[in-house]
């Protein structure tokens, strides 16, 4: 019994990591993707618009969690929820790094 729990323990652990490290996207993928995001939130991701969000320096998983859900349409904005419609995870956390990464 103490070894299956062990090894339970063991693959949820792994699991973990190998989901973290999937999260943490590539930040100069993302910079290549974010360049249509420009147009509203910036070009250093300080938005010139009080009403469109600055993304520098936000959390990934904050930004990630926001992209996806205005692609599934649980959060709506025509604008976003078009512009979210194309990207897959890989480049939702890419992108999330990129913001995540300015300083």
Known sequence: MRKQVLTML?????????????AAGDAAKGKTKAASCAACHGQAGISAVPTYPNLKGQKAAYVVKQLKAFKSGTRKDPTMNAMSKPLTDADMANIAAYYAGMK
């Not at 063991?10 to 999937?22: G, I, N, Q, R």
């Open 10 to 22: 063991a693959a949820s652990v792994l699991a973990v990591s190998a989901s973290s490290a999937m």
